[in-house]
């Protein structure tokens, strides 16, 4: 199963709303996870199974969608969350990561 | 509070293998709860799962590295380990291990806690 990514790459202000989507090229349920890396850091698990917000991540993060097509949505951006964002698929036993949405500052 | 940190050599030479550990604490690697993986990163570029095991049996490979990876449980001192063998410069990247989720005796749960990493090259 592949996962692909869109936008590579997008430039947002502070308060903006960003939207990345995360395609599989068949369908994986509701088998997907969001991570957020930070520069120099490990990857943090923001989102589980589509739309399972982690305990501590902040309620500007959310996720949806199901079967191939996936979004994650960051409303309202802050400093703290420009960084890369992966998403990753765990129906099959070939867990294969997106490649990656890098949001930088306008 | 649980924590990974994997260790091993920085700099292997072309041909040789690469063996890296995971260190666990706070948990143990015979949890029925939990896969145990491992996950790269090439230096300016995206996440490769490279496999996970479970303790009670089950090892899950990526296919691409399937032929040249191992990893295997040290219970003894709760630690994982990843052997990759006849390396090449394209090998070099951020080694990171990371706990999964059982779901129905497969790894379908997310990573959840992940190792700070460690950088490893391949040259010689």
């Known amino acids: 199963i592949q996962m692909t990514q869109s936008p590579s790459s997008v430039s947002a202000s502070i308060g903006d709303r960003v939207t990345i989507t995360c395609r599989a090229s068949q369908g994986i349920g509701n088998f997907l996870n969001w991570y957020q890396q930070r520069p120099g850091k490990a990857p943090k698990l923001l989102i589980s199974d589509a739309s399972t917000l982690q305990s501590d991540v902040p309620s500007r993060f959310s996720g949806s969608g199901s079967g191939t097509d996936f979004t994650l949505t960051i409303t309202s951006l802050q400093p703290e969350d420009f960084a890369t964002y992966y998403c990753?698929?765990?129906?099959?036993?070939?867990?294969?990561f997106g490649g990656g949405t890098k949001v930088d500052i306008k | 509070q649980l924590q990974l940190q994997e260790s091993g050599r920085g700099l292997v030479k072309p041909s040789e293998t690469l063996s890296l550990t995971c260190i666990v604490s706070g948990d143990s690697i015979s949890s029925t709860n939990y896969y145990w993986g491992w996950i790269r990163q090439p230096p300016g570029k995206g996440l490769e799962w490279i496999g996970c095991?479970?303790?009670?049996?089950?090892?899950f490979y990526n296919p691409s590295l399937k032929s040249r990876v191992t990893i295997s449980a040290d219970t003894s001192e709760n630690q994982f380990s990843l052997n990759l063998n006849s390396v090449t410069a394209a090998d070099t990247a951020v080694y990171y291990c990371?706990?999964?989720?059982?779901?129905?005796?497969?790894?379908?749960?997310?990573?959840?806690?992940w190792g700070q990493g460690t950088m490893v090259t391949v040259s010689s």
């Open positions: 990371a706990r999964q989720e059982v779901r129905g005796k497969y790894p379908r749960g997310p990573f959840d806690v």
């Open positions: 095991m479970y303790f009670f049996g089950g090892t």
């Open positions: 990753q698929q765990t129906f099959s036993t070939f867990l294969a």
